[in-house]
């Protein structure tokens, strides 16, 4: 289940901080929406109530201001929405219908007298009930029989004099009068008027998709140029990392700027790296000057060695010193190749291969017609001149030497890295062996031509610089041969 879930995330540490966030956005813009889609449910339905109230008023006043023989022909003709209706009783329809909410009766209440019923046409009454299904909102008035006008106090009758003006009445309290008996009665007709509430959908809108899209669209640009802002110190120490790898010499530091956690992390890693330099050029200067110091007492028992008088052993001795001072000569050119400082520039790698195919036919005149190059005639890179040439004559070299051929190809580069592929015709190289043959002073038991050659180093050296130009040594056996495959940047 785990490697499910790995495979389906992205590889790139960017996009999966993308996509979480992306992620993370989209439901936190969802749970807000959700909250504002609830609140406009509400003031929906909340204006659909109170617009209905008003509408139930005023169908009211219409029909408590006619004559008592003439309502049901006003109700008739009432002009209603489509979907309300009007009707007269008497009494109000209860059956298969519930109290309505509090809510609901508060809005309700508050739309009908907020639209405002003159006192002499007050309704008898007021029942405010709902039809669940579908849901309806109902609306009865108990009528009036008649225009009823409180009676007026007598002229002469006044506050009593201790009675003293409330405050907010200047002019005295308003006339009060008790009801009269028909008033205490109850209404012998009632209006009844319904309406059906449809179900809010502020989804549906075209709005609510476009707020959603264009807030996503947003939040997701920004959110990819804040990642990827972030990110890019750790895309610059990973390339850093990569250089410092493959050039441990030449690698340049990290700039130790930018926010407070991006600059320690650059001191740790210059850090780092300078002491790994000093540990590489402490331990190559011990390698050389042992080397160095191994050339005069080598050079003394060469001496000494002419003076013996059998000469089978002089030759032996003489064959072991000279094997000695090439393996010391090697020391010293591995130890200068990796503290090398040599600067980069252009050369034309083509004509670079061309010459050294050149070179190895004439310095082994019988088996010039094994070595040949292919490929174009031009192509310019960025690269160390001699370094780039030493290794690359290493590796025809060894070619022609234990393959007895060196067929060399150059392809275009693509997708800014180009291959270099010298072939040969001898047995090959044992997998188990393949990476071995790179470690420095390895040689393989049993040479490719049955000869002992070498140092041991000519690989080492080789990779060496091709990785510190950025590329790489691959080896992979032929059916018949051994084949090197150089990558380097174009």
């Excluded at 669940?132 to 008649?146: A, E, K």
């Excluded at 600059?263 to 331990?283: C, K, Q």
């Excluded at 200068?336 to 050294?356: G, Y």
């Excluded at 180093?457 to 080789?462: K, N, P, Y």
């Amino acid at each position: 289940m785990g490697c499910f879930r790995t495979r389906l995330l992205p590889h790139s540490l960017a996009r999966r901080t993308i996509l979480f966030l992306l992620v993370g956005f989209a439901l936190i813009q969802m749970l807000g929406l959700l909250v504002h889609t609830v609140n406009q449910i509400n003031l929906q339905r909340l204006v659909e109530e109170q617009e209905f109230a008003t509408r139930a008023a005023i169908i009211y006043r219409h029909i408590a201001l006619a004559q008592p023989d003439n309502r049901a022909l006003v109700a008739a003709r009432e002009p209603v929405p489509k979907g309300d209706t009007v009707s007269l009783t008497m009494v109000p329809p209860n059956q298969g219908t519930l109290p309505m909410p509090l809510p609901m009766a508060e809005a309700v209440r508050a739309g009908i007298f907020t639209y405002g019923i003159p006192r002499p046409i007050h309704p008898r009454g007021i029942v405010l009930r709902i039809i669940p299904h579908p849901l309806r909102l109902m609306v009865s008035f108990g009528l009036p029989d008649g225009l009823f006008f409180p009676p007026l106090p007598p002229p002469d009758a006044g506050p009593p004099d201790h009675a003293q003006p409330p405050d907010g009445f200047p002019d005295g309290p308003p006339p009060f009068a008790f009801p009269s008996p028909d008033e205490l009665m109850p209404p012998l007709m009632w209006l009844t008027v319904t309406t059906e509430l449809h179900p809010p959908a502020p989804w549906r809108s075209p709005d609510f998709a476009t707020a959603f899209i264009v807030m996503m669209l947003l939040g997701g640009m920004m959110i990819t140029l804040a990642v990827r802002q972030l990110l890019v110190p750790v895309k610059t120490l990973a390339r850093a990392a990569e250089l410092f790898g493959r050039d441990v010499v030449n690698a340049q530091p990290l700039p130790e700027t930018g926010p407070e956690e991006i600059a320690t992390a650059a001191r740790a890693f210059n850090t780092m790296a300078a002491r790994i330099r000093r540990f590489v050029e402490d331990r190559t200067f011990l390698l050389t000057a042992i080397g160095h110091d191994l050339r005069t007492p080598i050079t003394r028992l060469k001496l000494r060695a002419e003076y013996m008088e059998d000469d089978e052993q002089r030759a032996k001795m003489l064959a072991d010193l000279d094997e000695m001072e090439a393996m010391v000569a090697a020391t010293l050119a591995f130890g200068k190749d990796i503290t090398t400082t040599e600067p980069l520039a252009r050369l034309d790698l083509a004509s670079l291969l061309r010459t050294l195919v050149d070179e190895a036919g004439d310095l082994d005149p019988e088996r010039a017609e094994t070595v040949d190059y292919q490929g174009p005639l031009h192509l310019p890179i960025n690269a160390r001149p001699l370094a780039l040439k030493r290794a690359l004559s290493n590796l025809i070299t060894n070619a022609l030497k234990y393959g007895d051929a060196a067929r060399v190809r150059l392809h275009p580069p693509v997708k800014g890295t180009l291959r270099i592929e010298i072939e040969d015709d001898g047995p090959g190289i044992p997998v188990a062996e393949m990476e071995r043959v790179f470690e420095p002073f390895h040689r393989l038991e049993t040479s490719r031509n049955r000869e002992t050659g070498g140092s041991g180093l000519g690989m080492s050296i080789a990779r060496n610089i091709i990785r510190a130009h950025g590329g790489d040594i691959a080896l992979a056996n032929l059916a018949q041969g051994l084949r090197v495959s150089v990558t380097l940047p174009v």
